[in-house]
């Protein structure tokens, strides 16, 4: 966050609790003086109106406890003559008067706890895990830094080892390749010649200066359209921060910088000069420095710390060469040349016999052809590249799943590809019997990939030589690592891509748009399913065989390596008599997995690796050691438990069932265990209770404070066991019953229509110029047979509306359940505060379920739901302190 907001947040604060103490001991003062008034009082009629006295001296609110003064009042003074309102209910009302002085303190109490924690944050903010740990973790950082230098050294071996690469060996393939694509009807240019065309126009608007001609005699670079404006800058900066190019410092920086509009003024006047020579680029400040970075799967990654100013106009570059090669290739899938088809598809005379004997309205309507082609082209065909230049790029390694720009986020296309493969898993062994998979990735895709073919590759797409000469220098550029101290000597990167930085996001797919292209021409009609690197494919035998050969060949002649580590085969089959099937020698052995899961053969479905999920809780363990305030360890806990372990699980999906949920539920109740099994507390509440009371002396802290959110005064500690709970009754029991049920509707449809054929009442609508006459002339056409049972559904990926509901519906994620809102609870909510923002969230499952497990016990305690003094909370520094990403001890 920015440090000027930090500090003006963290003075508020400071003021907020300073109030709060004063506040806390001034009633306190109070509230002995009535209970001392009480306690001298002569009789019970008189203890309950000094107590009266005491709430109407000191204005405290008597609603939180149910109660009205006046009527206590007209009550008390009836008590005088009225026996029947008899010493005991006297009694009564003293308690609930005594007990509501106490949620008063009990509300300061707990807003000066929450106060506290904050200000143990800031003491010891998120960025603590960014430094090597005190020697109290001397075996944390042995670990770590012994990662980290491993990590280094093979990104070392790729990114300065420069990797020659036969660049006619790829203009020869690419030519081949795409050279073959056929010029639709409709248009004078084939499909290439297209692409080739749009890249000459990118940030180059030769049209506009015809009068000009001195400009391309000297074949400078020109970006008279693609200018800076304030608002594109805040676009870009906001781009890089997305991208988490920068910590620390210059992230706040950053960060300030939107909101000074005089600042963002000059800066565009100086962008727009840089536009205007391009040509005379070169990296600032050089050497780069760079510096590694653990990520939450483990991983470490090279980060230039470039200037802000630099990364700005880069990333507007980048964005702008990314949109360009995303229309192109959008459009070139759209041209002809990119065909898709089912493994048993129909023939032209098949679609000739469903017309002679359904009708052209049963033509390919709503079929999972159709379905998975739509899929293909929103989710996962260039997805790592932004639709238009005013949208946030992804970030490949996001794993939140809140979206940005009405976009799918990293995190939900991978669970969608999670979901779309075992969705086919299911239909392809029900269809074929069989189901078989291929999974790979580039081995260090970024730090390898070749200058070479990067350069071959667009080239040959027609990128002009002016900007292949700036991509030069942008790829080749001097680094050195900051922890190897002033003295270090510069390398210059001579292989590989920088991380974070949009333009290298558009390297790395015009080199992938080949492969797509190469594995469906050479498939004839399959496509190859991928995130980044991550390379999913699948279908019968044949066809997997022949992509694992595309996909071999493209990888040798690009001088790409695959990664074996995480490239198997797996091969799933209907008969139980053959659950032991081989995977084919010509394809690689080795697991399918995905996240924590591995695709069980055997059981053909999705099974959570135990001995991995042990390593991370090793891990987890660790990264929890290293927090230093109980804000932090509960951002680490939310992060690593309810998003990184969740994530990788699979999220709740009709394809997995109840069966899937179990398992993860079991899961996460072994996590717990293991986590805290020398910790002396059994799970993650009883664990922080036991270091409140230890670091603030709290004691009897109830559970509803961990779980509540931030604006009620709670933790807002994540519990993932709810978010399953909401899932479970509405997941199906049986994952392939929907199946089973299509195949019924096709066989009572099958029935139906064959009934009215052999009625004659589709005759008339039928039968037109050019149906296929029966093969025996001397039958009539109102003898002819309908066709069989297995000619209509032969074809069901293609002809099927049945099968397409029942794809979606395994494709769908499950509702969740919302738990029934008691009458004590919803009159909670209605004493709420209407200017909270968690009101929002409120009504939504997964808090509708917190508040009604905790709400009995707070609201008897706090009289309500608000945990603090809402307007002594500091919950505007807690959101900003939110709102940085966990940094990850390393």
Same mark, same amino acid.
């Given at each position: 966050?920015?440090?000027?907001?930090?500090?003006?947040l963290?003075h508020?604060?400071?003021?907020?609790l300073?109030?709060?103490?004063?506040?806390?001991e001034?009633?306190e003062?109070?509230?002995?003086?009535?209970?001392?008034?009480?306690?001298?009082?002569?009789?019970?009629?008189?203890?309950?109106?000094?107590?009266?006295d005491?709430?109407d001296d000191?204005?405290i609110?008597?609603?939180?406890i149910?109660?009205?003064?006046?009527?206590?009042?007209?009550?008390?003074?009836?008590s005088?003559?009225?026996?029947s309102?008899s010493?005991h209910?006297?009694?009564d009302?003293?308690?609930?008067?005594?007990?509501?002085?106490?949620?008063?303190?009990?509300?300061y109490?707990?807003a000066?706890?929450?106060?506290?924690?904050?200000?143990?944050?800031?003491?010891?903010?998120?960025?603590?895990?960014?430094?090597?740990?005190d020697?109290g973790?001397?075996t944390?950082?042995?670990?770590?830094?012994?990662?980290?230098?491993?990590q280094?050294?093979?990104w070392?071996?790729?990114?300065f080892?420069?990797?020659?690469?036969?660049?006619?060996?790829?203009?020869?393939y690419?030519d081949?390749?795409?050279?073959s694509t056929?010029?639709?009807?409709?248009?004078?240019?084939t499909p290439?010649?297209?692409l080739?065309d749009?890249m000459k126009?990118?940030?180059?608007f030769k049209s506009d200066?015809k009068?000009?001609?001195?400009?391309?005699?000297?074949?400078r670079?020109?970006?008279?359209?693609?200018?800076?404006?304030i608002d594109?800058?805040?676009?870009?900066?906001k781009?890089?921060l997305?991208?988490?190019?920068?910590v620390?410092?210059?992230?706040?920086a950053?960060?300030?910088?939107?909101s000074?509009?005089?600042?963002?003024?000059?800066?565009?006047?100086?962008?727009?000069?840089?536009?205007?020579s391009?040509?005379?680029w070169q990296?600032e400040?050089s050497?780069?420095?760079?510096?590694m970075?653990?990520?939450?799967?483990?991983?470490y990654?090279?980060?230039m710390?470039?200037e802000?100013h630099?990364?700005?106009?880069?990333?507007?570059?980048?964005?702008?060469?990314?949109v360009?090669?995303?229309?192109?290739?959008i459009?070139?899938?759209?041209?002809?040349?990119?065909?898709?088809?089912?493994?048993?598809?129909i023939?032209k005379?098949g679609?000739?016999?469903?017309?002679?004997?359904?009708?052209?309205s049963?033509?390919?309507?709503?079929?999972?052809?159709?379905?998975?082609?739509?899929?293909?082209q929103?989710?996962?065909?260039?997805?790592?590249?932004?639709?238009?230049?005013?949208?946030?790029?992804?970030?490949?390694?996001?794993?939140?799943?809140?979206?940005v720009?009405?976009?799918?986020?990293?995190?939900a296309i991978?669970?969608s590809m999670?979901r779309?493969?075992?969705?086919e898993?299911l239909?392809?062994?029900?269809?074929?019997?069989e189901?078989?998979i291929?999974q790979?990735?580039?081995?260090?895709?970024?730090?390898?990939l070749?200058?070479?073919?990067?350069?071959?590759?667009?080239?040959?797409?027609g990128?002009?030589?002016?900007?292949?000469?700036?991509?030069?220098?942008?790829?080749?550029?001097?680094?050195?690592?900051?922890?190897?101290?002033?003295?270090?000597q510069?390398?210059?990167?001579k292989?590989?891509?920088?991380?974070s930085?949009?333009l290298?996001d558009?390297?790395?797919?015009?080199?992938?748009?080949?492969?797509d292209?190469?594995?469906?021409?050479?498939?004839?009609?399959?496509?190859i399913y991928?995130?980044?690197d991550?390379?999913?494919?699948?279908?019968?035998e044949?066809?997997?065989v022949?992509?694992?050969?595309?996909?071999?060949?493209?990888s040798?002649?690009?001088g790409?390596e695959?990664?074996?580590?995480?490239?198997?085969?797996t091969k799933?089959?209907?008969?139980?008599?053959?659950?032991?099937?081989?995977?084919p020698?010509s394809l690689p052995?080795g697991?399918?997995?995905?996240?924590?899961?591995?695709?069980d053969?055997?059981?053909?479905?999705?099974i959570?690796d135990?001995e991995q999920v042990d390593t991370?809780?090793?891990?987890?363990r660790?990264?929890?050691g290293a927090?230093?305030s109980?804000?932090?360890?509960?951002?680490a806990?939310?992060?690593y438990?309810?998003?990184?372990?969740?994530?990788?699980?699979?999220?709740?999906?009709?394809?997995?069932?109840?069966?899937?949920l179990d398992m993860?539920?079991?899961?996460f109740?072994?996590?717990?265990l293991?986590?805290?099994?020398?910790t002396?507390?059994?799970?993650?509440?009883?664990?922080l209770r036991?270091?409140l009371k230890?670091?603030?002396?709290?004691e009897?802290?109830?559970?509803?404070?961990?779980?509540?959110?931030?604006?009620? *005064?709670? +933790?807002e500690? @994540?519990?993932?066991f709810?978010? $399953?709970?909401t899932?479970?009754? &509405?997941?199906?029991?049986? !994952?392939?019953?929907?199946?089973?049920?299509?195949f019924?509707?096709e066989?009572?449809?099958?029935?139906?229509?064959?009934?009215?054929?052999?009625?004659g009442e589709?005759?008339s609508?039928?039968?037109?110029?050019?149906v296929?006459?029966?093969?025996d002339?001397?039958?009539?056409e109102?003898d002819?047979?309908?066709m069989?049972?297995e000619?209509?559904?032969?074809?069901?990926?293609?002809?099927?509306?049945?099968?397409?509901?029942?794809?979606?519906?395994?494709?769908?994620?499950?509702?969740?359940?919302?738990?029934e809102e008691?009458?004590?609870?919803k009159?909670?909510?209605?004493?709420?505060?209407?200017?909270?923002?968690?009101?929002?969230?409120?009504?939504?499952?997964?808090?509708?379920w917190?508040v009604?497990?905790?709400? *009995?016990? +707070?609201?008897? @305690?706090?009289?309500?739901?608000? $945990?603090?003094?809402?307007?002594? &909370?500091?919950v505007?520094? !807690?959101d900003v302190?939110?709102?940085?990403?966990v940094r990850?001890?390393?």
């Amino acid at each position: 966050m920015a440090a000027a907001v930090l500090s003006t947040l963290h003075h508020v604060t400071e003021r907020k609790l300073s109030k709060l103490a004063d506040q806390r001991e001034k009633y306190e003062s109070e509230k002995k003086s009535i209970l001392d008034a009480v306690a001298a009082a002569p009789h019970q009629r008189s203890k309950v109106c000094k107590l009266l006295d005491g709430y109407d001296d000191y204005n405290i609110d008597m609603r939180q406890i149910g109660l009205s003064a006046k009527n206590l009042d007209r009550f008390i003074r009836q008590s005088h003559y009225d026996p029947s309102v008899s010493p005991h209910m006297l009694k009564d009302w003293q308690a609930k008067l005594e007990h509501g002085l106490d949620i008063q303190s009990l509300k300061y109490e707990y807003a000066s706890l929450f106060g506290n924690l904050v200000t143990e944050w800031i003491k010891n903010p998120n960025d603590a895990l960014l430094t090597t740990p005190d020697s109290g973790s001397s075996t944390f950082s042995h670990v770590g830094r012994e990662e980290m230098h491993e990590q280094r050294k093979q990104w070392e071996s790729y990114a300065f080892t420069e990797k020659k690469v036969d660049q006619s060996k790829i203009e020869k393939y690419l030519d081949e390749l795409f050279g073959s694509t056929l010029q639709s009807k409709k248009v004078k240019k084939t499909p290439l010649k297209e692409l080739r065309d749009s890249m000459k126009k990118v940030m180059d608007f030769k049209s506009d200066l015809k009068d000009k001609k001195e400009d391309y005699e000297t074949d400078r670079i020109v970006t008279s359209h693609e200018r800076f404006t304030i608002d594109k800058l805040k676009i870009c900066i906001k781009g890089v921060l997305k991208a988490d190019l920068f910590v620390g410092k210059k992230r706040e920086a950053l960060v300030d910088l939107q909101s000074r509009t005089t600042v963002l003024s000059e800066m565009v006047d100086v962008l727009n000069m840089d536009l205007d020579s391009l040509d005379e680029w070169q990296w600032e400040p050089s050497p780069v420095p760079m510096q590694m970075r653990r990520q939450l799967n483990g991983k470490y990654r090279a980060f230039m710390d470039e200037e802000i100013h630099q990364a700005i106009l880069l990333h507007f570059i980048g964005t702008t060469w990314a949109v360009a090669l995303k229309d192109a290739f959008i459009k070139f899938y759209h041209s002809g040349a990119w065909t898709q088809s089912p493994y048993r598809s129909i023939s032209k005379k098949g679609k000739e016999r469903r017309e002679y004997f359904l009708g052209d309205s049963r033509l390919e309507t709503n079929s999972v052809r159709n379905m998975r082609r739509a899929m293909y082209q929103e989710n996962y065909f260039m997805t790592q590249l932004p639709d238009s230049a005013s949208l946030t790029p992804r970030d490949y390694n996001d794993e939140t799943d809140s979206g940005v720009d009405d976009t799918k986020t990293p995190l939900a296309i991978k669970q969608s590809m999670l979901r779309l493969i075992t969705a086919e898993m299911l239909l392809n062994t029900k269809i074929y019997g069989e189901f078989n998979i291929l999974q790979s990735d580039f081995k260090w895709f970024g730090p390898s990939l070749p200058h070479d073919t990067i350069f071959a590759v667009l080239k040959f797409f027609g990128v002009p030589g002016k900007w292949l000469r700036f991509f030069q220098r942008f790829l080749s550029s001097p680094v050195v690592f900051v922890q190897d101290g002033p003295d270090a000597q510069p390398q210059i990167r001579k292989c590989g891509i920088p991380m974070s930085h949009v333009l290298s996001d558009a390297f790395g797919e015009a080199v992938m748009f080949c492969l797509d292209f190469a594995m469906n021409k050479r498939t004839k009609g399959a496509n190859i399913y991928r995130f980044h690197d991550d390379l999913w494919f699948w279908g019968q035998e044949s066809v997997v065989v022949d992509g694992w050969n595309a996909l071999k060949e493209f990888s040798t002649i690009m001088g790409m390596e695959l990664n074996e580590e995480k490239t198997g085969a797996t091969k799933i089959v209907d008969d139980p008599k053959k659950k032991n099937a081989k995977v084919p020698t010509s394809l690689p052995s080795g697991k399918i997995r995905w996240g924590f899961l591995y695709l069980d053969s055997v059981e053909g479905r999705w099974i959570i690796d135990r001995e991995q999920v042990d390593t991370h809780i090793a891990e987890l363990r660790l990264q929890l050691g290293a927090c230093r305030s109980v804000f932090a360890w509960v951002q680490a806990w939310n992060s690593y438990v309810s998003r990184f372990f969740s994530t990788n699980f699979g999220q709740p999906a009709n394809c997995f069932g109840r069966k899937h949920l179990d398992m993860v539920i079991e899961t996460f109740e072994h996590i717990q265990l293991k986590l805290f099994s020398d910790t002396g507390s059994g799970n993650v509440t009883d664990y922080l209770r036991g270091m409140l009371k230890e670091r603030f002396g709290a004691e009897h802290v109830p559970d509803g404070f961990f779980y509540f959110p931030v604006e009620l *005064g709670g +933790l807002e500690l @994540r519990n993932p066991f709810v978010t $399953l709970y909401t899932s479970y009754k &509405l997941s199906p029991r049986n !994952v392939t019953k929907r199946i089973d049920q299509a195949f019924e509707e096709e066989t009572d449809e099958y029935d139906r229509l064959k009934k009215q054929w052999n009625k004659g009442e589709l005759a008339s609508q039928q039968r037109r110029s050019r149906v296929i006459r029966p093969q025996d002339a001397s039958e009539s056409e109102s003898d002819e047979p309908f066709m069989t049972f297995e000619e209509f559904t032969r074809y069901q990926e293609e002809t099927s509306t049945h099968l397409s509901k029942a794809f979606s519906f395994l494709l769908a994620v499950p509702g969740e359940e919302t738990v029934e809102e008691t009458a004590d609870v919803k009159k909670a909510f209605s004493t709420l505060p209407t200017t909270l923002t968690w009101h929002a969230e409120a009504k939504k499952p997964y808090w509708a379920w917190i508040v009604q497990l905790y709400a *009995g016990h +707070l609201v008897e @305690r706090f009289g309500g739901l608000q $945990l603090g003094e809402k307007s002594l &909370l500091p919950v505007g520094l !807690v959101d900003v302190l939110k709102s940085e990403r966990v940094r990850w001890m390393g």
